[in-house]
């Protein structure tokens, strides 16, 4: 059973307007979610972040919502670029976020048309 | 910020032999490594988390003496797969837990392939 879902295994977005990544999550006891960005055979790199005592996390280009009742968060990247074209793991953890391991979603291929 | 050295990022190696993977933290103490595996397709899956001193705590599923780790020092963990079969090719990362805001810190990863 997944505790960390993310349905859309791909999204296509025009250059300049807005990506939308969403993640779902089972587990009432995650405090901590996390976005990271990965290239092929490279590792993922850490992009934003945000605790459960939070709804809204910003950093640039990039925001993350958390909508805890429906146990939901997304990942708003604004305006989009080619360079964001990569695959987004959506993470989650149960401790506070630098104690227990993450627990991570499928993936979404992001591609960013020019 | 703190980075984590993986090598080797590639390697074929054949079948029954042995490939070990290592992680060096470069600047920073990591007390705590997590090993984890990517299928094509799937997410990233925690294998075992190893700690400085102590042993590794394997998740279920995961065969310890099929994937020997071991966390000698504060700055380098590895992990050993003994006998290497071709389902065990796979992407494998490390990753230590984090400074302050920035989450985990990623090794490159490991692409392996068994023949």
């Known amino acids: 059973d997944q505790q960390v879902k993310q349905n859309s295994p791909s999204l296509s977005v025009q250059e300049g307007r807005i990506s939308i990544l969403n993640c779902d999550y089972t587990?009432?006891?995650?405090?901590?979610f996390l976005w990271y960005k990965k290239y092929p055979a490279e590792g993922p790199t850490f992009l934003i972040s945000i605790s459960s005592i939070k709804d809204k996390n910003e950093d640039g280009r990039f925001t993350v919502f958390l909508n805890k009742s429906a146990k939901h968060l997304s990942l708003h990247i604004v305006p989009s670029q080619p360079g964001d074209s990569a695959v987004y793991f959506c993470a989650a953890s149960a401790m506070g976020g630098s104690q227990g391991n993450l627990i991570f979603g499928k993936g979404t291929k992001l591609s960013v048309k020019p | 910020g703190a980075v984590v050295s993986q090598h080797p990022s590639r390697v074929i190696c054949k079948s029954g032999t042995s490939v070990k993977i290592e992680c060096r933290s470069l600047d920073f103490q990591a007390t705590t490594m997590f090993w984890y595996r990517q299928f094509p397709k799937q997410s990233l899956m925690l294998m075992a988390t190893?700690?400085?001193?102590?042993?590794?705590?394997?998740e279920q599923g995961v065969e310890k003496d099929k994937f020997l780790i071991n966390h000698a020092s504060l700055t380098l963990s590895t992990l050993t797969v003994t006998s290497a079969h071709p389902e065990d090719s796979s992407f494998y990362i490390c990753?230590?837990?984090?400074?302050?805001?920035?989450?985990?810190?990623f090794g490159s990863g490991t692409r392996l392939t068994v023949v």
């Open positions: 990753s230590a837990p984090g400074q302050g805001s920035y989450g985990y810190t």
């Open positions: 190893s700690n400085e001193g102590s042993k590794a705590t394997y």
């Open positions: 587990n009432s006891m995650f405090d901590y």
